[in-house]
C-alpha cells in the first residue's frame, strides 16, 4: 500500500468554523491532489500541487485553501466551512502528474452542520 | 472541454457471469485512460491503464479493458463474477497536454450469489 495518511478521517463541524485536513504521504511523490467525491459528481479535483510551495486550482477549489510547505505534508483548509462543504475528501499522490496513476488515502469524511 | 460517461449507475450480475461495465470519453486528442476500484470505506487504487501501447490492456483481478478509438469507449470486462468484485467502479481520463483527471460518476457493481 502506498504510505498516504489523511487525519481526521472524520470530523464534525458547524457552519462557519476553520477546518483543516492534512495528507500526509512517505513516498516522496512530487505530485499531491486533493480531490472530493459525493453522489453523482464522481471525484472533483479541488486543488493540487507540483512541488513544495507550488499549488494550482482544480474545477472546485472555491472556498479551499491549500498549503505544502514539505514535500510530505498537504494540507487542506476550509476558511469558513458551509454544509455544502459536506463530503468525503480523498488526498492523492502520484510521480507522474495527470499522466499516471494515482494513489490514494482512505478518506477524511467530513459533515458541517 | 473533457468528460466520462459511465453507462448505468448500478449494474447486477450473477456470480460466475460475464461483468462489463461502459465508459465513453470524448477528447480531442489521444488519451490516457484508467480504471479505478473503490471498496467501501476505502480510497480508489487501480485496477488497470491505458497509456497508447496495446488497445487491450490486462490489469489486477482478471479484469480487462479494450480501447476503442472509433467509438471513443473503453469498457471494462470480467469474464466471470466473483462476489469480492462488488464495488464502486470509475472510469477516468486524462491529457498529456492536460492539468487534470476527468473522472465518471461511478458504477456500483453488485454481485449476486
Known amino acids: 500500500d502506498a504510505g498516504i495518511t489523511q487525519s481526521p478521517r472524520h470530523k464534525v463541524t458547524e457552519t462557519g468554523t476553520p477546518v483543516t485536513l492534512r495528507c500526509h504521504q512517505t513516498e516522496n511523490h512530487r505530485y499531491m491532489y486533493w480531490y472530493r467525491q459525493d453522489p453523482g459528481h464522481g471525484l472533483r479535483l479541488i486543488h493540487y500541487?507540483?512541488?513544495?510551495?507550488?499549488?494550482d486550482k482544480g474545477e472546485v477549489s472555491d472556498g479551499y485553501s491549500v498549503s505544502r510547505s514539505k514535500t510530505e505534508d498537504f494540507l487542506l483548509t476550509l476558511e469558513s466551512a458551509t454544509s455544502s462543504q459536506t463530503s468525503v475528501y480523498f488526498c492523492?499522490?502520484?510521480?507522474?502528474?495527470?499522466?499516471?496513476?494515482?494513489?490514494f488515502g482512505e478518506g477524511s469524511r467530513l459533515t458541517v452542520l | 472541454a473533457q468528460s466520462v460517461t459511465q453507462l448505468g449507475s448500478h449494474v447486477s450480475v450473477s456470480e460466475g457471469a460475464l461483468v462489463l461495465l461502459r465508459c465513453n470519453y470524448s477528447s480531442s486528442v489521444p488519451p490516457y485512460l484508467f480504471w479505478y476500484v473503490q471498496y467501501p470505506n476505502q480510497g480508489l487504487q487501480l485496477l488497470l491503464k491505458y497509456t497508447s501501447a496495446a488497445t487491450l490492456v490486462k490489469g489486477i483481478n482478471g479484469f480487462e479493458a479494450e480501447f476503442k478509438k472509433s467509438e471513443t469507449s473503453f469498457h471494462l470486462t470480467k469474464p466471470s463474477a466473483h462476489m469480492s468484485d462488488a464495488a464502486e467502479y470509475f472510469c477516468a481520463v486524462s491529457l498529456s497536454t492536460g492539468n487534470q483527471f476527468y473522472f465518471g460518476t461511478g458504477t456500483s457493481l453488485t454481485v449476486i450469489p
Open positions: 492523492a499522490i502520484s510521480t507522474r502528474g495527470f499522466t499516471g496513476e494515482l494513489f
Open positions: 500541487s507540483y512541488g513544495v510551495k507550488d499549488t
